[in-house]
């Protein structure tokens, strides 16, 4: 028999035991066999029963008179027990032993394994909020607050797309090991994703104490690291909730900590912010917002303006910029600088982008020849797989030939001049869609994006051209700019043009065309119509 067996007989007496419960149960001064008393054996289980014979003795009195079978837990020399008894007719009774011990001890060691997070041992979210509420409950009963840090790790997907997942997870450990020597043996380190922590500080005296944490967070996560040989750094913006001012309960905590994170990394990572009761409210907001716009394209909410793009050489229309509108049912005219970024975070872009581009394919396709249109196309679409055959599947929708269309991008899309990117530009290029490129000057690196690819224009960005006015530099750099893109056989536009003295200045620097309110602002694809037979003085 695997398991230990007792028959008892009505007498109370042992008339059959297997050896594996002789074994349990025997000893060298009291040996149990067939015959022997269960009082006997009673004794034994006291003697060595320890703690667990006070639980035994009192459930036993119970187990004997009910009618049914029941079970409990004894501890015999280090053996951890699984009782069985069940009543036999005639008064008799089946006691069936079972030994647990490896039993349980893997089932505790799988419960640990998953309150813990297996590459850097560190509490998941699971043991974190089994610690959480703990503290929680504390606060409830003594009034001893306690913090919630979340830490997002900044720069880190670069490294571990470039240099490989095990390079990743190596960087990990070490991060762990650097937010652990940070607390208290009474705070608590979680990992709860891929490169998010949380810090659980209890018996905090002040936002004070939290804020020396907070900042040693960001100060040591930022240091460098040597991982198998080479030197990586990252960095960490750590958002903060305390209770109970920001939550008395552990979403709340969270959910919080998470609004001060994202705080934080909209003013530029690398720092730490605490929670504030408008964080809550400017994110009902922009969730709201981002509603609407999911829907804006299914109701048509969407327009497009287009602002005329003057050459200086024979004052002649050439082409318009197309830009979009939104027109929401209770917001008004919704600013196209308060919906594109949140587009272009969440993804929506992509589907906005392709709207537009069909749309200002259809409006350009009823202007006269050569008038092309200009389309801003994001980093996001750049990303997309389909961007080539979303734009062939435009032009050829509407019957534009493709010479008419210019495609416009910013540095954002060069930003790491990947193959694909380059490709992609090639492609469109091939088409006979021109390319070129917006906000000249403002980027970091865009001379060297000059040399990547033969842009066929050059926007030169409007803030050079409103400090034509106030600062002595500002014809140099458009002088400047204007030569680089004669001497590479480029067009150069300089936006944002709204006077006729800037218009000269620009006029003597040798750009080619302008685009500005002083030409003409933003008008309906109608309205193009009527720009082209007004007598232009300029």
């Known amino acids: 028999m695997r398991h230990g067996l007792l028959l008892i007989d009505e007498t109370g007496r042992i008339v059959l035991a297997s050896g594996q ?20 054996v009673l004794y034994l289980v006291r003697d060595h029963a320890g703690d667990t014979w006070s639980q035994v003795r009192a459930q036993l009195p119970r187990s004997f008179v009910q009618p049914d079978s029941s079970r409990f837990e004894v501890t015999l020399r280090g053996h951890l027990l699984e009782v069985h008894l069940h009543p036999v007719a005639g008064g008799r009774w089946a006691v069936a032993f079972e030994d647990v011990t490896a039993r349980r001890a893997a089932e505790a060691q799988a419960e640990e394994m998953a309150r813990h997070d297996l590459l850097t041992g560190l509490p998941n979210r699971l043991l974190l909020r089994e610690r959480l509420k703990d503290a929680l409950g504390r606060l409830q009963r003594t009034g001893e607050a306690c913090a919630v840090l979340l830490i997002d790790l900044d720069r880190f997907k670069p490294i571990n797309d470039t240099l490989g997942h095990p390079m990743g997870d190596a960087l990990l450990k070490k991060v762990a090991d650097r937010l652990r ?19 659980l500080q209890t018996g905090i005296r002040g936002a004070s104490d939290t804020q020396i944490l907070a900042r040693r967070i960001v100060d040591l996560v930022g240091r460098t690291y040597m991982v198998e040989g080479q030197l990586l750094t990252i960095g ?3 958002g903060v ?54 829907q804006a394209l299914a109701r048509r909410e969407f327009y497009l303006h287009y602002q005329p793009q003057l050459q200086l050489e024979g004052n002649r229309l050439v082409g318009c910029e197309a830009l979009i509108r939104w027109q929401h049912p209770v917001r008004g005219m919704v600013s196209p600088l308060d919906f594109i970024p949140l587009a272009e975070e969440i993804g929506l872009i992509v589907p ?15 202007w006269p020849a050569p008038l092309s249109v200009a389309v801003n196309v994001s980093p996001a679409q750049f990303k997309s797989e389909r961007l080539v055959e979303m734009v062939m599947s435009a032009l050829s929708a509407s ?15 060069l930003l790491n001049e990947s193959e694909k990117t380059l490709q992609t530009l090639h492609r469109l290029r091939e088409l006979g869609v021109r390319v070129s490129m917006d906000d000249f000057g403002t ?6 994006y000059l040399r990547s690819f033969p842009f066929d224009k050059i926007k030169i960005d409007r803030s050079f051209v409103s400090d034509l006015s106030g600062k002595r530099d500002g014809e140099a750099i458009i002088r400047a700019i204007a030569g680089l893109g004669r001497s590479l056989g480029m067009t150069t536009v300089a936006e944002g043009v709204e006077t006729a003295d800037q218009l000269e200045r620009i006029r003597a620097e ?3 065309d302008v685009q500005g309110y002083l030409i003409s602002k933003p008008i309906s694809a109608s309205e193009v119509f009527k720009f082209l037979t007004l007598d232009n003085p300029r």
């Open 241 to 294: 909730a305390l209770a109970p001012n920001d939550g008395e309960d552990a979403d709340r905590l969270l959910k919080n900590a998470d609004l001060a994170l994202y705080r934080s990394k909209l003013d530029g990572r690398g720092t730490y912010r605490f929670f504030e009761p408008e964080m809550d409210a400017r994110m009902q907001a922009r969730r709201q917002l981002e509603l609407d716009m999911r």
């Open 181 to 199: 020597s940070t607390v208290r043996v009474t705070d608590t380190v979680a990992r709860i994703g891929g490169d998010e922590f949380v810090i």
């Open 236 to 238: 960490a913006s750590v």
């Open 510 to 512: 040798g750009c080619t």
């Open 352 to 366: 906005i982008g392709e709207w537009v581009m069909r749309q200002a394919c259809r409006d350009a396709a009823t």
């Open 443 to 448: 980027g970091y690196s865009s001379l060297s």
């Open 399 to 413: 019957g534009l030939p493709a010479t008419r269309l210019e495609v416009e991008i910013t540095e954002g899309v």
């Open 21 to 40: 419960t002789l074994r349990l149960l025997g000893s060298e001064k009291a040996l149990i066999s067939v015959g022997s008393s269960l009082r006997q």
